[in-house]
């Protein structure tokens, strides 16, 4: 009996050792993952192709320099936005990093949209890069998709 209850107890254990710990990094906890939304994660790679293309079209234009993101990383839900009676945009706001031709790696601020696709079918997704947008096209310091 009491050789049962001694591996019992090193079994809850080591079960409660392999649970995921999250550190008291509030900004960076886990997204709640919504089944229901129209528009598509943070990660996906479908919205990632549209911020590239983006930049790497408006980058020639307003900065006079070609550059071209190389990479992407620690993406993340910022904030969810649901459709509903007051609201008929859903949003969705992301934060990641993104490695630049030039070498630095840069804030990304991203927000995916629907229904803001082309002639408002689908989604769409538009990015800011920290320190790229020289028009201010999105407000200083890409404010108007950083939300919060």
Known sequence: MRRHLSALVCLAASAASAAPAYAADYSRA????VTNAL????ENPRVMAQVEDQF???APRTIPAALQVVEFSDLYEKAYQPRDEYRQIERRYCQGTALISSGERRTLYYVI???MGYAGVGWRAEGCVLGLDP??????????????
Do not use: D, I, M, Q
């Open 56 to 58: 790497e079209y408006g």
């Open 113 to 115: 949209e629907y229904p």
């Open 39 to 42: 528009v598509p994660t943070c």
């Open 135 to 148: 028009w201010k096209v999105y407000g200083a310091n890409c404010e108007s998709l950083r939300r919060f």
């Open 30 to 33: 886990p997204a709640v993952v």
